[in-house]
């Protein structure tokens, strides 16, 4: 079991024609993801050797789908075109897209998650790593090699911290590893991942890693005080942010105490969550949950 990507998942690379699209897709080959095509409408009928794989460029997403019978599409296209290709994933009816473009306006991401959510289309992303379910598929730009398969399951806003726990859990492996973006608007959520890894019944405890700005990590807090009976640990980035100081995610805006890693860190022990000071410590709180549970 995992969340939302397994190896019998089918992925499609809007954007597999272009330079980070080619570099990744043939690291997701090389991580065992099934993919079955690329989308480039200027390139349609051709075809990309990957190492000895073959695979199809189509016109559309639609196109694509009703080809190979493809369930997610993983999106390498540049800001000012995003919009457009996650609209057409949502009107090819596509279970799940996952936006790792970065620098794409709010209107836009706005406009496109509220649509994809209409029609039944999950996003991840976007300015996201995207997710793994270690030794059996990975859809974005997560390292595939840092980890192995596991009963942690972890749902992060930030890349960079995506993949230093995992490698600090690297002994324990993960069921899925999901980036959902540091962005002020995201398609899924903390919370929508961990009602996810409470259903799921090889997910044993779930990391929970934030950052200051907005009020997820609380809303993540009360959800999980009121649904989740599997153990939860959290990390907080940005307790030593200088005040006023602008950080590196656009969602991370801070308002007098609002958003900041102190609420964040008491909202969640108030409902049982065990905070980390720092990743190692975290990892530390991971492996005693688990030894407790033994």
């Known amino acids: 079991m995992a969340i939302h990507l397994t190896k019998e998942s089918k992925v499609l690379v809007q954007g597999m024609t272009g330079g980070e699209g080619m570099k990744h897709t043939r690291r997701m080959f090389a991580a065992g993801t099934n993919v079955v095509g690329g989308v480039n409408p200027r390139k349609a009928g051709r075809t990309v050797d990957f190492d000895e794989r073959v695979v199809p460029v189509f016109g559309s997403v639609a196109d694509g789908m009703r080809a190979t019978g493809a369930d997610v599409t993983v999106v390498f296209v540049p800001p000012a075109h995003a919009k457009a290709a996650v609209l057409e994933a949502a009107d090819a009816g596509i279970g799940l897209a996952v936006v790792i473009t970065e620098g794409i306006p709010v209107h836009d991401s706005v406009a496109f998650t509220t649509y994809a959510r209409q029609k039944g289309t999950r996003v991840i992303g976007p300015n996201c790593p995207g997710l793994i379910t270690p030794g059996?598929?990975?859809?974005?730009?997560?390292?595939?090699?840092?980890?192995?398969?596991?009963?942690?399951?972890?749902?992060?806003?930030?890349?960079?911290?995506?993949?230093?726990?995992?490698?600090?859990?690297?002994?324990?492996?993960?069921?899925t590893c999901v980036g959902i973006g540091g962005d002020p608007v995201v398609g899924t959520t903390h919370i929508d991942c961990l009602a996810a890894f409470q259903d799921d019944p090889d997910t044993d405890v779930v990391v929970l890693i934030g950052e200051i700005g907005g009020d997820a990590e609380e809303r993540a807090a009360a959800y999980i005080g009121e649904h989740v009976t599997k153990p939860v640990v959290a990390y907080i980035a940005g307790f030593t942010a200088p005040e006023g100081r602008t950080m590196g995610h656009a969602g991370a805006i801070v308002s007098g105490s609002s958003?900041?890693?102190?609420?964040?860190?008491?909202?969640?022990e108030a409902v049982g969550v065990r905070v980390g000071g720092t990743p190692t410590e975290t990892a530390r709180h991971v492996l005693a949950v688990l030894e407790a549970g033994r």
């Open 136 to 175: 059996q598929s990975n859809a974005g730009i997560i390292p595939a090699d840092i980890t192995k398969p596991g009963r942690i399951g972890l749902v992060s806003k930030s890349g960079t911290l995506t993949y230093q726990l995992m490698y600090e859990l690297r002994d324990i492996g993960f069921s």
């Open 259 to 268: 958003g900041t890693a102190q609420a964040k860190q008491d909202a969640l």
